[in-house]
């Protein structure tokens, strides 16, 4: 989704709760790109996105004006939030930069959608979350969406102990990280692996291998090993190799992955499956197998981890790929949390009916 988008959601969010009002000028496009944090071709886009949608009328050369009628549409939508945790001082572009967290947006917004209802990012400082968690919890929100663990177990009891509803998004190689008591969606990756190896299995192959990098790594890993035993195998220690750092840094990581290469051409090592946790990382060890012209790309299989962007780089270099289908994930999400919306909004009113026919008893 479009980072446009996501700014007129906000707008829309905030004609919605009353500070801009029918009939008004909307700020500058400087001045909103100050209030949004957005480069000025971002809110021209966002701009042309709610004149499509009928909420502000615009002009060339004239200020955006709030139509009358969007009021009323905005007068019973519910807002949702998607937290999003500065990251050490990397903003909110950190986040947006990821493509399996654009994907869970996607598939979210378009639950969300559905039920005309509005999603608003909202950044919070995790080192400063004492004084920001009242701000968050005070926001004119229905509901709160957590993508990869953005929200700390203390914050995400603190929002559904204020009466917020909070619903939880991740791949399954983090769960363990926070112990959430609050809903949650998990990717499931454990069925994906059980059924690469009997795959595998049924093609006679027995030697499997693993390559990871950092803690995901690590998670990836137990997950793979796990599996493995439950199905009468295991992965190979003499062609596995956990790296303790997730480096962005090109020439160490080529260094790395040249290392590996090492040690699954030697013959008393090499593995007949390659699993790895980044289809990225398998892409540039095909590379380096390549230029080796090593036998292992023609006798063995490299099996990837991966996102929706692994697709095409399964496609690209000929490798197997275990989907984490995280757009899935972000609808089951959002479906669920629009599920305890509804629910909270359907007993609210029938509480106010409760009300006015114990009301309407007593004048009798």
């Not at 139509?67 to 009323?72: I, V």
């Not at 700390?152 to 559904?160: D, G, K, T, V």
């Not at 795959?199 to 493995?228: E, P, Q, V």
Request: glycine share 8%.
């Amino acid at each position: 989704m479009s980072r446009y988008n996501l700014v007129a959601n906000e707008i829309i969010r905030d004609i919605s709760a009353g500070l801009y009002q029918p009939g008004a000028a909307l700020p500058s496009e400087e001045e909103l790109g100050r209030l949004y944090s957005a480069s000025r071709t971002c809110i021209r886009n966002s701009l042309e996105e709610l004149k499509k949608q009928n909420y502000i009328s615009k002009q060339r050369g004239r200020a955006s004006i709030v139509c009358r009628e969007a009021a009323r549409r905005v007068e019973n939508v519910f807002n949702l939030g998607l937290v999003l945790n500065l990251h050490e001082g990397q903003g909110e572009s950190y986040f947006l930069s990821l493509p399996s967290f654009l994907q869970k947006i996607e598939g979210a917004q378009k639950v969300i959608r559905s039920h005309g209802a509005n999603l608003s990012l909202l950044p919070y400082d995790h080192y400063a979350e004492h004084p920001e968690r009242e701000l968050l919890r005070g926001l004119p929100v229905d509901g709160f969406l957590d993508f990869d663990f953005c929200l700390s177990p203390n914050l995400a009891a603190f929002l559904a102990g204020g009466g917020k509803n909070v619903v939880s998004c991740f791949p399954q190689h983090i769960e363990h990280i926070f112990p959430h008591r609050h809903p949650q969606v998990v990717l499931d990756l454990a069925s994906g692996v059980r059924q690469a190896l009997a795959h595998y299995r049924s093609l006679g192959f027995t030697r499997f291998g693993y390559f990871g990098l950092g803690d995901d790594g690590l998670w990836t890993y137990n997950i793979f090993a796990k599996t493995a035993l439950e199905v009468g195998t295991r992965l190979d220690p003499r062609s596995s190799m956990l790296h303790p750092e997730k480096t962005a840094n090109p020439p160490l990581l080529a260094e790395i992955l040249g290392m590996f290469a090492d040690v699954i051409t030697k013959a008393e090592a090499a593995p007949q499956v390659l699993f790895m946790d980044s289809s990225a990382c398998a892409e540039q060890l095909v590379q380096i197998l390549r230029s080796r012209e090593a036998v292992f790309l023609q006798t063995g299989r490299i099996c990837a981890v991966g996102g929706r962007e692994g697709i095409e780089i399964a496609r690209r270099v000929n490798i197997d790929l275990i989907e984490y289908r995280h757009a899935d994930g972000g609808a089951k999400a959002a479906e669920l949390l629009m599920k305890m919306v509804l629910r909270e909004e359907l007993a609210s009113r029938r509480e106010a009916v409760d009300s006015r026919f114990v009301e309407a008893q007593s004048e009798f």
